[in-house]
């Protein structure tokens, strides 16, 4: 892969410059609060801010939050992101209240060497998400404007064609972040030749968001154990009762056909956590997976598919996980999601957690993020590069 890092920037120096890093800050945030509720991918940017305060360039932020329609939005706002910002860095951000107007430029034009603005919600714009070239490309023109390099370290949205991510690096030099080289780096692995056995643990809510990547893997992979809400599609393409579960009647003969492709590597969860209703405090019990009484709803797999998952990580020299067991964020159902999680992390293997819901399941049940090889920023991103598919953020900056 032929894209210029961080290292070859700062061997030409940035002192002084102004260098705009396209970072990915999209956190949760509580809706009572407006408290950030997981920062795990602010602190992922802080080794390329770091690299470049101590380098004493004038350091532009620039990141999405949420999905606004365009406009502003205050509950889509950065500003408490830079405050928590500025606490990481151990120094104050500079918050611009707007993208590319009147704040954002007397902001960046009052930075110092060394200190760090955010600009407010790229999507603040119409132009960032446009799929109108020259409406996209007058916003990116605006956006570079604010810097004299370009850093992309967003790899969650590499997989988008947004302006700040596949036009500006056409507009100004441009090199990948410490996070996008590491993710690459990381996932190059598992697209190679990957140690075996070989082992995928998928789960989430619908088979339709996983079903890609599936296609891509299966031929690779030595076993795929699949959980989460999409595992009801696959038990019912086996003729089972699924109750009231989570279900997508149309992709059921498809389901039935990955499973005739790959006898006995496609493994499904043999019990589940069944509850009258999708709630915290819904009466449950563990059932057999082929024997979901009719007006229950599977939310987790029980634990004798945990055991079952488990005794087949133990033995995997490489292990990819993407989307949680259950509904992990309800105590009642989130053992399976523990369980696998644990196994994973005890395995003598290069683990890869693919972002998104796994990445954040990992830090609300307290597990040890270091126990893993590596945690993706990433979940749609990590997955289409797996898929093979051409992202346009590092198609851009290999250009």
């Known amino acids: 892969m032929s894209i210029r890092d961080l290292d070859d920037l700062l061997a ?75 606490e990481l ?23 110092a060497d060394g200190q760090v603005a955010l600009l407010e919600n790229l999507r603040f714009n119409k132009g960032e998400t446009s799929k109108d070239d020259a409406e996209r490309g007058a916003f990116a023109d605006q956006l570079a404007g604010l810097g004299d390099a370009y850093v992309d370290d967003a790899f969650g949205a590499v997989h988008r064609k947004h302006a700040s991510v596949h036009d500006v690096p056409a507009r100004l030099p441009h090199v990948a972040g410490r996070l996008v080289l590491r993710e690459v780096e990381v996932l190059s692995k598992l697209t190679g030749e990957p140690e075996r056995p070989y082992v995928v643990v ?36 086996q003729g089972h ?26 493994m499904l969860p043999v019990d589940v956590v069944a509850a009258d209703a999708f709630a915290p405090d819904a009466a449950h019990d563990t059932v057999p997976a082929d024997g979901i009484p009719s007006h229950r709803l599977g939310l987790d797999i029980g634990p004798e598919t945990v055991a079952g998952f488990a005794a087949v990580l133990s033995q995997a020299k490489t292990i990819f996980w993407n989307g949680p067991m259950g509904v992990f964020e309800m105590a009642a159902f989130a ?51 797996l898929e093979g598919k051409t992202l346009p953020g590092i198609a851009a900056l290999e250009n």
Do not use: W
């Open 202 to 237: 998928l789960g989430g809510s619908k088979v339709s968001d996983k079903l890609a990547v599936i296609e891509a893997l299966l031929p690779t992979v030595d076993r795929l154990l699949i959980g989460g809400g999409m595992c009801f599609t696959f038990l019912k393409a």
């Open 89 to 111: 860095l151990g120094a104050p951000v500079h918050f611009a209240e707007d993208t590319v107007g009147d704040s954002a430029r007397s902001t960046v034009a009052e930075l």
């Open 335 to 385: 053992n399976g999601t523990r369980g696998v999680a644990e196994a994973i992390t005890k395995a003598d293997a290069f683990s890869v957690v693919g972002g998104g819901d796994s990445a954040a399941a990992v830090r609300a049940l307290g597990l040890d993020e270091s126990s893993f090889g590596h945690i993706s920023t990433g979940g749609g991103a990590s997955l289409e590069y």
């Open 12 to 86: 030409e120096g940035v002192s002084g410059r102004r260098v705009l890093v396209r970072a990915d800050l999209n956190v949760p945030l509580d809706k009572q609060t407006g408290d950030i509720t997981d920062d795990g991918r602010i602190r992922a940017v802080l080794p390329t801010l770091s690299a470049l305060v101590q380098a004493g360039a004038k350091v532009v932020v620039c990141s999405h939050l949420g999905r606004p329609k365009g406009a502003p939005d205050p509950q889509f706002s950065l500003r408490p992101v830079a405050g928590r910002l500025g």
């Open 241 to 266: 009762e699924v109750g009231t579960s989570l279900l997508e009647e149309e992709m059921v003969e498809t389901c039935g056909n990955l499973l005739e492709r790959a006898p006995g590597k496609i």
